[in-house]
C-alpha cells in the first residue's frame, strides 16, 4: 500500500476513465499507477512509465479480481503538475524516482518517474509532473 498519494492536480486537464485493472492488487485512491501486461498496476519503486493516478471510492483499498476495471485520472495534455510528498528536498529540472510508499524519493534517480517543477529546501509537498507518461 502506498502510504503518500497525490494531493491535488495543480495545473493542466485531466480525464478520469475506467481500464482494465492487475487482479490481486489492492488499489488506494491516489496511487501513481503504470501499464503492465494490458492493465494498469501500482508503480511502486519499479520502473515503468507513470500512466495516471488511481480514483476509488474506500478508504480501505479496492482488490481487483480478473476482469475488473478501476478508475484512473491521467494527462491530457502536456506537462499537467500535481503535489506529491517528497522525502527530502528536491531541485526543479530533475528527475527522480517513486519510493517504496509512493513518495518522490529524492535520494534516486535510476528508475526516474517524476520531473520536479520547483525546487525545495526541505521534505514535504513537491510540485512534479510524471517523466515519459503516454504524453512525454
Do not use: C, H
Request: negative net charge; charged residues 20%.
Amino acid at each position: 500500500m502506498a502510504t503518500y498519494k497525490v494531493s491535488r492536480i495543480v495545473k493542466g486537464d485531466t480525464k478520469i476513465d475506467k481500464f482494465p485493472a492487475t487482479a490481486s492488487e489492492t488499489y488506494y485512491d491516489g496511487e501513481i499507477v503504470y501499464w503492465s501486461s494490458g492493465a494498469v498496476t501500482e508503480v511502486g519503486n519499479t520502473t515503468g512509465s507513470a500512466f495516471g493516478i488511481a480514483r476509488v471510492d474506500s478508504r480501505d483499498g479496492v482488490t481487483a479480481s480478473s476482469g475488473d476495471l478501476i478508475s484512473v485520472e491521467y494527462p491530457v495534455e502536456r506537462n499537467v503538475v500535481f503535489e506529491l510528498y517528497a522525502d527530502a528536498a528536491v531541485t526543479a529540472g530533475t528527475a527522480y524516482d517513486i519510493g517504496a510508499s509512493g513518495q518522490v524519493d529524492p535520494d534516486s534517480t535510476s528508475n526516474t518517474i517524476f520531473r520536479a517543477m520547483e525546487t525545495t529546501s526541505a521534505a514535504g509537498t513537491a510540485k512534479v509532473k510524471f517523466l515519459d507518461s503516454i504524453l512525454e
